[in-house]
């Protein structure tokens, strides 16, 4: 899996955006989360997620699929939903990323930047 994994990001270009980490100790968990911006559950299945938890509270904005006990654990205004399929997933990245980059330029532009 990891070899078809690094093949795909090799393929497009990828490998300065990508990093593949492996296993990451659970003291290391915090420091690695707030490196990013978005943190995806892919889950089919999920009773209570610790993992979006987690991810929420270092100000990662979540995508997960609405599954299990996952819509009770999140406040609205901190996840956004997907179906549990690829194309369902990406739309929902994709509108995430937009929507972030809209608060970016919003909040630089009333910080006149």
Do not use: W
Not at 58 to 63: I, R
């Amino acid at each position: 899996m990891r070899v078809a994994l690094e093949q795909m990001r090799e393929n497009h270009q990828l490998q300065d955006r990508v990093e593949m980490l492996g296993h990451v100790k659970h003291t290391d968990v915090r420091n690695v989360l707030v490196r990013g911006h978005i943190y995806m559950n892919c889950s089919l299945t999920e009773a209570f997620c610790i993992a979006i938890l987690e991810a929420a509270s270092c100000g990662l904005l979540v995508v997960s699929t609405r599954v299990g006990g996952v819509p009770e654990v999140m406040p609205s205004n901190m996840i956004k939903y997907a179906s549990p399929d690829a194309n369902s997933l990406i739309e929902v990245k994709l509108l995430t990323l937009q929507m972030m980059m809209t608060r970016r330029l919003m909040q630089a532009d009333m910080m006149g930047i």
